[in-house]
């Protein structure tokens, strides 16, 4: 590797060259150098091939993924297996039995096993590596054009052949093989688009340019002319950076961007060849450094798996131990007598107890050894998967849409997927669709409400929940506006070519189509056909009709009123503030060009004054002639002229400006397209399809598109706009300052055709655009007038910001020549220099970006995904705590929540904005206080329940809040980092576990991951992280079950996740039935496995106390070998596979059904040791009643032990029957297998070979015991008395203390069919009976988890009876009750059963909690003094009271009540709610148990 | 055609069963009326196997007589090293109160003889057994070869320790005629035993084939001395050594050691009458010795336990059956609304 620069830079002497090479791999151990490879060598000393040679030492394109060859597999795989302790164990297990003295069985069967697990293992790597070779040979075999020196010219090789410094030429659609510095292209501009959906998932086209210095050449690129050297940085994994630079031979250099590379995995698209030579190959390629395998995670019940493990190790030791004494007493009490039995030594002296002991303890440690399951992992390994098999294969994971399934990336953490408690969710795309869709706009202080818009997209989201179907998505477009109808026919053909594309077959083709469907819904018909407000429609067209008519006179925007100015501009400014690119559809991303003079942004000094001076029409450029000559008016160069002429400093600019210049318009040539067009809303003759690199863009250019201002073509250099009346505005691109997240912001600098003014349009986030605006001076009228325009904005941007909006300003600025050129120089200056380059560019965007002039504000409704409400309410239901990690401003974020019903309407919101670090502090210990109050005096509610659930200030979240509203967290960025801070991060955990929800707001990806890491710490609780952009990866890293969405923004959520899942609402049947069933089945499944190795180990185990301790066994030392790995394992892997406890089907009508894995109900310490002391229990039977039933016979050790393995055999085979909830065929086989099994094996055994196995010497054994009937009846009685005890406690437990799994068991069983008939287990005695399952769902939550019940709010009508009779009431009482307590809560709490009909207002039961209770009183009081007025106080969903403490922070203590604009300024109440109170309904369950 | 392609290009999964997790089954609810209907029908089972059980092991009749204290003055001589090969014999009087029908066994029975320890039961060699090569002693260790190093035939612990005691018994059917009662040494051992896994070596002469190797330690004779009376059942084939091959499992066994010969007086089993056992002591250990004389039943005379498990657990069975209605019947009243934790 760090050889390379040497051999291609300087081959020089073999000696000096050793001592150079260690000095240069210093010095260039930084960089890399390539030459081209058709070059003669260098230097005379090194041989013809040299050039060849040195790239050799690079890695060449060749893809090797395999782990293993041929040769190294066996070694490597052993090293690797090796690594998992318990496979040493088993091997040291195994060699123990090569010691004669202590050995147990014969030692090569002893080995068996172990080889055995070995070898299974060996296989699987051994397919899965053969598989990764295969597909390496796939695609080292494509094949590509490289240039060769012998036929000097291109010829087919495989991509492996590729070297570094190859010439490459690829066409249209081909995959880029390697890393290529792009050198020519068939493009004029030396431009090429490359599709990187390979890479990142992005599906808009990327331009990369031809190298400085290579894009001017006149004649085609020929490799062999090429002798300039690369110098570059070494392989990284960055893909957004690139540097180096080329030294051509004439010693100039230029700079390499990653504008110029290539990178492998990506497409060519829209160029019809390029050349490049060859940077990186192989695994040296940013794609593949980019790509880690597959993650590598322990799941929570595996680490606790292993701690049971180690406490058989424990088990077995303590087993071996006391055997060990045992035998050293037993030798001892017989050591003098020498009895016949003895063997003695071969000295011919009897053993001493001490040896005795020793030996015995070894020999038990082998005997017992089936205790630590050698067979529990690579069961597990094979039991999880099938289980991410089945996940993948769930049609109910599969989004129809996007044709993707869900995708198990992590392969060992399935069940993990059932005890999640937190999760962590990004908002964009995640929770929302991220289909962006122009909603309303403001400009120029007025807003435009876009009524008949807000109506279409409602409209939308019912044809959504539909079907995805053509038709009805088309008739109810066709209801729709004036351009609806051809619309409605494009909807037709999209849906027609997604459809052929699916019909033309091989497998590359669908994806394409998947891919191409996916890129289409980015612009959905939704997102594209605005319903254009017509008040502003009007205005546009003023405007339009305004300008054409003044277009040819002096300053034609000075025609227009300050108003339509804006409006104009704004419009403008959508249309052309962007990277958006225009293709049509029929002709698959070609762009029709039209060639203009001018060559790209402006790049140099010289060609700023070339293109701002007339000159450059005399000096001639050969293909402008023809556009130049077309119509074209002296006034905007005249006007350019004037202003330019006053600029002093650049000197001898006026001389040649003052000749104007009709050549440099754009708008020339679009004046003459004017003519033509035909100025109607009539459909355009093509469609135009806009890709854009960000949603929100591509939605701004079709919101302009509905306002007849349609972006219709652009160009690196040039940008078109068509208006109806102006015809085809070209706007030249001066340049274009590209979105960063810093700047938030990204400008266009244009000259305008009409004024001919150099005018920069930004577009940015509101809460960085409003700092930059200009300071209008309150002086003088136009400056106040521009002031409460701001203002206004302000205001609607808030108002945008509660409907849950994305707000976007649009500003402009115009800039003189001088300023332009001014910041232009330094602009160039940053542009071409070489390092920091990154850093002046962003200096240089600042001093633009500045002084800005408000256009005005849009509004972009990011919707919520489907059914996004519906799944965090069934998630909350199944007691998961979610919490949202967004980058969104709190506005914006609270009200996405509030749409997702993520907070509710009737709930408490504790807003955390504080500044700093104390006020933080402080904000925090109130909200303690606050929310220990509430507690304190809740409390007691709690009692008259049947079941106390104490209130311990530690439990976990979910138990506590049995009355009152629950409260949600809304916390800002600012504060987060405070309270993440070591002394406070305890109590914003603590005030975070008290609430139903959290919001964080502004959040960065750290933080994010911060979050994450502190609840996963400090909560010891089990968190699942689910976003779907680049800024989610830490956090889906962090967490212990990471999602992502793949979706629109990219693969990295993806690559970082262990699960991706299409869409947010598939978590719901993920976790809550595919994480439950796989919990309960691997939680079974150990839990049997424990089990059983301690009840067989328990069989050999009593055996001692008849052998005098001598680690001797009755079993046949093949039985006890194999008996794990062979007869029983069958059966429990399939149930471990495929046995669902609960169907699913009512796992997601009662989702509080996955408690049950959240608090570890079914793998428990308990649940081991019960495990244990059961399977302690079954040992002794098995073992006592053969003993006793062949005691005083003559039966021989071994013919004693075959009955016993029968007798364990069939035990198993009940105990797992009775684990078993369902029965499927495959069970019934599995069983029957085993049992089949072992008795063809055992009857072959036994018949094989007559003195073959000693020391048992089994012959015959089988066969003489199926004769004797004893062995029938001791078979059929010792299982039936071991299993009676647990067979009777599980029948009570079931029928007198049901775990809910049970019951879902039993509604199942009820009702297999249909669910949703009424229950009459759950109706009876209950006043309503409408809705049976909602009901069972709050009565399952009433005692323990309210906030199940609380999430049924969203439908009213079904709530519990009490409740809105409750409210009603108290909203009788509640203007002369001061003091609410326990007796009234009581009271109503009576009254609920007596409720006849509910009520429909869920309003009138909010009362105006204006009272507080003494003790929150007492403790709230000092709090409550210092709140005031909140800003929203306007709007109706909340009654905020915010708090400036002294220290300057800002405290919201939101009470969300929807009639609480009444009660605004009152002091917020703690006292609980009793709308909601769930007492009533215990009582009711109380009188009913 | 369609449909096919379809389903070859797009992702979506495959609808059947097994994919779908939708296998149909049977599922096993813990519900009362199956719950308690399978709790009677195993416990009816039970109670008549264990009736059944027990009133056939009636029939089996047992006589056990230790004779380690009747015989202690030999086990004494036999402690004294000089008369370490003089034979002893003590004689045991008995009645048999009612007679033994059908074919009787005799057994010894050793108490406290570890025949299962882990060491013991793996000293032997089965290819000697076997008679392939009676010099094949690598697994007798201690017991392989003797001082001046032939190899023991049979070697091992097991063969050594071998029971050598010679127990007669004798009818008395009166105090002057003392009848040896007819028993055979045949068909005491499995016939797998006898002719598959112990084989002598073949030659002509068994004492030429057993030429060069040594009697084990604690035997009076050699193996091919084992039964004078015939010739075919000495060596390894010797039936009392087969038998004492087959280790017991457990320290307290009983060995078939022989069986009624039906003739003469005794063709309908033992008849009642005083009896006597003759015992040749040989070797005492520090367990107790016993001869039993047994007859058979139907399930090879396990005794009464089994019986006694049968009716324990189908009374056991039934006990919680009652209590599990009585549960039953007690919530009936207050049915409800179990979610309720």
């Known amino acids: ?1489 | 055609m369609e449909m096919k392609l379809k389903d070859n290009l797009s992702r979506l999964p495959d609808n059947t069963a097994m994919k779908q997790q939708q296998l149909p089954a049977c599922h096993f609810h813990f519900s009362a009326t199956r719950i308690l209907t399978a709790f009677f029908a195993i416990g009816a089972l039970c109670l008549v196997m264990g009736i059944i059980l027990i009133l056939s092991s009636k029939s089996a009749k047992t006589i056990e007589i230790n004779y380690t204290k009747i015989c202690a003055n030999c086990a004494k001589l036999q402690e004294n090293a000089f008369n370490f090969d003089k034979e002893c014999t003590c004689s045991i009087p008995f009645y048999l109160p009612e007679k033994m029908q059908g074919n009787v066994y005799m057994y010894y029975k050793l108490y406290g003889f570890y025949q299962n320890l882990h060491r013991y039961i793996r000293s032997r060699s089965d290819s000697q057994l076997l008679g392939i090569d009676i010099k094949n002693v690598e697994d007798c260790a201690p017991f392989e070869k003797s001082h001046n190093g032939t190899p023991i035939v049979p070697c091992g612990a097991i063969a050594n320790s071998m029971f050598n005691d010679t127990i007669i018994l004798s009818y008395n059917l009166n105090s002057a005629i003392h009848i040896k009662v007819p028993m055979l040494r045949s068909e005491i051992t499995w016939w797998t035993d006898k002719y598959v896994k112990f084989q002598n070596p073949s030659s002509r002469n068994l004492s030429n084939a057993f030429a060069g190797s040594t009697k084990p330690l604690y035997w009076s004779k050699p193996a091919y001395e084992l039964d004078e009376e015939d010739p075919g059942n000495n060596g390894f084939i010797n039936d009392d050594f087969i038998v004492w091959m087959r280790t017991a499992a457990f320290p307290t066994f009983k060995k078939f050691y022989r069986r009624l010969n039906r003739i003469q007086h005794f063709t309908e089993g033992l008849p009642a009458g005083n009896y006597s056992f003759n015992i040749t002591y040989i070797t005492s250990f520090q367990g107790e010795k016993a001869v039993v004389l047994s007859t058979l039943t139907w399930d090879g005379g396990s005794g009464l336990f089994l019986g006694f498990a049968y009716t324990v657990t189908g009374a056991m069975t039934w006990l919680v059956l009652f209590s599990m209605i009585a549960a039953h019947l007690m919530l009936k009243k207050r049915k409800t609304f179990f979610l309720q934790q």
């Open chain 1, 1 to 1489: 590797m760090e050889r390379e620069p040497e051999a291609a830079e300087e081959p020089g002497v073999p000696g000096r060259a050793r001592r150079g090479r260690r000095r240069r791999r210093r010095r260039e151990g930084r960089t890399r150098t390539v030459r081209s490879n058709l070059l003669p060598p260098p230097g005379p000393e090194e041989p013809v091939a040299g050039a060849a040679k040195s790239a050799r030492h690079l890695a060449d394109n060749r893809l090797k993924t395999t782990k293993y060859t041929l040769l190294s597999f066996l070694p490597k795989n052993l090293f690797e297996q090796f690594h998992r302790l318990a496979n040493v164990y088993f091997v040291f297990i195994a060699l123990l039995n090569f010691v004669p003295a202590v050995n147990a069985f014969q030692p090569g069967l002893a080995l068996a096993p172990v080889l055995f697990i070995l070898a299974v293992t060996a296989f699987k790597d051994l397919w899965e590596d053969y598989s990764r070779h295969r597909s390496d040979h796939d695609i080292n075999h494509l094949g590509c054009l490289v240039f060769s020196r012998e036929e000097k010219n291109y010829v087919n090789r495989y991509w492996k052949e590729i070297h570094v410094g190859d010439f490459v030429r690829l066409r249209c659609n081909e995959i880029i093989p390697a890393d290529i510095l792009l050198l020519s292209s068939s493009d004029p501009d030396g431009l090429c688009h490359i599709e990187t959906a390979n890479l990142d998932g992005e599906t808009n086209l990327k331009r990369r340019q031809v190298v400085r210095g290579f894009s001017e050449l006149v004649s085609e690129f020929n490799p062999l002319t090429f002798t300039s050297v690369i110098e570059c940085e070494k392989p990284n994994n960055d893909l957004t950076r690139f540097r180096g630079c080329i030294i051509h031979e004439n010693g100039k250099k230029a700079g390499l961007y990653k504008e110029n590379l290539l990178l492998r995995g990506c497409t060519i698209r829209n160029t019809e060849a390029v050349v490049g030579i060859v940077i990186y190959a192989g695994h040296e390629t940013k794609a593949l450094l980019n790509n880690n395998g597959p993650r590598y995670k322990r799941s929570q019940l595996e680490r606790q798996m292993n701690c049971d493990v180690l406490w058989c190790v424990l088990i077995l030791i303590c087993m071996s131990l006391f055997s060990a004494v045992g035998h050293g007493l037993w030798v001892q009490q017989y050591q003098e007598k020498k009895p016949l039995f003895d063997v003695p030594e071969s000295g011919g002296g009897s053993l001493s107890p001490v040896t005795a002991a020793i030996y015995s303890f070894l020999t038990m440690i082998i005997v017992l050894q089936v205790l630590i399951p050698i067979s529990l992992y690579v069961s597990i390994e094979i039991v999880k998967v099938c289980q991410v098999y089945f996940i993948n294969q769930d049609m109910e994971l599969y989004d129809e849409e996007t044709d993707s399934q869900l995708q198990c990336r992590a392969l060992n953490i399935t069940e993990d997927l059932g005890q999640i408690q937190y999760i962590f969710s990004d908002k964009t795309g995640t929770l929302t669709e991220n289909k962006m869709v122009f909603r309303r706009c403001t400009v120029s202080g007025i807003e435009y409400s876009h009524d008949a818009n807000a109506r279409r997209l409602a409209m939308y989201q019912e044809v959504d929940s539909e079907e995805e179907e053509v038709a009805p998505k088309g008739s109810s477009l066709s209801q729709r506006g004036s351009i609806s109808s051809h619309q409605g026919v494009r909807v037709m053909y999209r849906s027609q070519s997604v459809k052929s594309h699916r019909r033309t077959g091989s497998r590359a083709e669908a994806k394409r189509a998947s891919i191409l469907s996916r890129h289409t819904a980015f612009s959905s018909p939704m997102e594209k056909d605005i319903t254009p407000d017509p008040k502003l429609l009007e205005k546009v067209s003023e405007c339009d009709r305004c300008l054409a008519t003044a277009r040819h006179q002096e300053h034609p925007l000075a025609h227009l009123s300050p108003e339509l100015s804006d409006v104009f501009d704004f419009f403008i400014a959508l249309t052309i503030c962007n990277t958006v690119v225009v293709t049509s559809p029929d002709q698959p991303r070609q762009k029709v060009r039209v060639r203009l003079e001018v060559k790209s942004p402006v790049k140099t000094i010289e060609d700023f004054l070339r293109r701002f001076t007339p000159s450059r029409l005399t000096s001639g450029c050969s293909n402008i002639g023809s556009l130049a000559t077309s119509k074209s008016t002296h006034k905007p160069g005249s006007s350019f002229l004037s202003s330019l002429s006053s600029d002093g400093t650049l000197l001898g600019l006026e001389e040649r400006l003052s000749h104007a210049s009709p050549a440099i318009t754009n708008n020339g040539y679009g004046g003459g397209r004017a003519d033509s067009w035909v100025p109607d809303g009539a459909p355009q003759e093509r469609e135009l399809r806009y890709e854009a690199e960000s949603p929100d863009e591509a939605a701004l250019v079709y919101a302009a598109r509905a306002y007849n201002c349609a972006l219709v073509d652009r160009l690196h250099d040039q940008v078109s706009v068509e208006l109806p009346h102006l015809g085809r505005l070209t706007f030249e691109l001066l340049h274009t300052l590209g979105f960063d997240s810093i700047r938030k912001r990204m400008s266009v600098v244009i000259r305008h055709p009409l004024t001919d003014e150099i005018n920069v349009y930004t577009k940015g986030a509101d809460s960085v655009l409003m700092d930059l605006l200009l300071p209008c001076s309150t002086d003088d009228a136009r400056g106040r007038h521009q002031k409460k325009i701001q203002s206004k904005t302000q205001h609607y941007l808030n108002l945008y910001a509660v409907e849950g909006l994305r707000t976007l300003c649009i500003a402009k600025r115009v800039l003189s020549k001088e300023e332009y050129a001014c910041w232009l120089q330094s602009h160039l200056e940053a542009e071409s220099s070489l390092d920091n380059r990154e850093e002046l560019l962003f200096q240089s965007a600042i001093r633009l970006e500045t002084n800005l002039h408000l256009l005005g504000a849009t509004g972009i409704e990011d919707r919520l995904q489907d059914g996004v409400p519906e799944t965090i309410a069934k998630l909350r239901q199944a007691g998961l705590q979610i919490w949202v990690l967004t980058g969104d401003k709190q506005e914006t974020a609270v009200n996405i929540a509030y749409a997702c019903k993520l907070l509710d309407h009737d709930e408490e919101v504790i807003t955390l904005n504080a500044e700093s670090q104390e006020a933080c502090a402080a904000l925090l210990d109130q909200c303690l206080h606050y929310v220990q109050a509430r507690y304190t005096h809740s409390t007691p509610e709690k009692t008259p329940g049947t079941v106390s659930v104490g209130f311990t200030p530690l439990c976990p979240p979910y138990t506590p809040t049995a009355s009152g509203p629950s409260l949600s967290l809304v916390i800002d960025g600012k504060s987060l980092a405070y309270a993440l801070e070591k002394n406070l991060e305890d109590k914003f955990l603590f005030l975070a576990k008290q609430c139903r929800s959290v919001l964080c707001c502004r959040s960065t990806p750290l933080q994010k991951s911060m979050v994450v890491k502190l609840v996963r710490s400090k909560l010891k609780a089990m968190t699942l992280a689910i976003g779907d952009g680049a800024n989610d990866v830490s956090m889906i890293q962090v967490a212990d079950v990471g999602v992502g969405i793949s979706g629109q923004e990219g693969m990295q959520a993806v690559m970082a996740s262990d699960f991706a899942v299409p869409k947010f609402r598939y978590l719901e049947r993920l976790l809550i039935v595919h994480g439950h069933w796989c919990y309960s089945r691997l939680a079974n499944m150990v839990l049997y496995f424990f089990y059983k190795n301690t009840m067989f180990v328990g069989l050999l185990f009593w055996f001692q106390f008849y052998c005098g301790f001598s680690a001797s066994a009755m079993i046949d030392q093949w039985y006890l070998i194999f008996f794990n790995l062979l007869f029983s394992s069958l059966p429990q892997l399939v149930t471990g596979v495929l046995d669902k406890d609960v169907p699913a089907d009512v796992l997601l009508t009662e989702p509080q059904l996955y408690k049950s894995g959240q608090n570890m109900e079914e793998y428990r310490p308990r649940a081991f040791w019960i495990n244990m002391a059961d399977a302690t229990f079954q040992s002794l039977v098995c073992f006592f009643l053969p003993y006793l039933a062949y005691y005083d016979s003559d039966t021989d050790l071994f013919t004693w032990g075959t009955p016993i393995t029968a007798i364990a055999l069939f035990t198993f085979l009940l105990h797992l029957g009775i684990e078993t909830k369902t029965w499927t065929w495959l069970n019934w086989i599995a069983c029957g297998f085993s049992i089949l099994l072992f008795f063809i094996v055992a009857l072959i055994y036994n018949a094989s070979c007559a003195t073959c196995y000693p020391p048992s010497n089994p012959y015959w054994t089988m066969q003489a015991l199926m004769g004797d009937p004893v062995f029938y009846l001791t078979c059929l009685i010792a299982p039936v008395a071991a299993l009676l005890p647990r067979l009777f406690f599980k029948a009570l437990q079931g029928s007198l203390f049901p775990t809910q799994l049970q019951l879902g068991r039993q509604l199942a069983k009820r009702s297999p069919k249909k669910l949703n008939t009424p229950k009459e287990i759950f109706t009876q005695g209950h006043p309503l009976g409408d809705s049976q399952h909602l009901e069972l769902g709050n009565m399952g939550t009433c005692g323990s988890l309210p906030q199940g019940c609380a999430s049924q709010v969203p439908q009213p009508t079904q709530q519990p009876a009490c409740s809105p009779e409750a409210g009603k009431e108290q909203s009788a009482v509640d203007t002369r009750m001061s003091l609410r307590d326990v007796s009234l809560l009581e009271e109503l709490s009576d009254q609920a059963p007596e409720a006849s009909t509910p009520q429909k207002s869920i309003q009138e039961r909010h009362p105006g909690d204006s009272t507080m209770k003494p003790t929150s009183t007492s403790r709230a009081a000092p709090l409550s003094s210092i709140f005031n007025l909140p800003n929203f106080s306007s709007f109706n969903w909340i009654s905020s009271l915010s708090l400036v403490s002294g220290l300057g922070s800002v405290l919201q203590f939101s009470r969300t009540s929807l009639q609480s604009d009444k009660q605004e300024g009152d002091f917020l109440s703690g006292a609980p709610q009793p709308e909601r109170n769930l007492c009533g309904l215990r009582e009711q369950t109380v009188d009913y148990f």
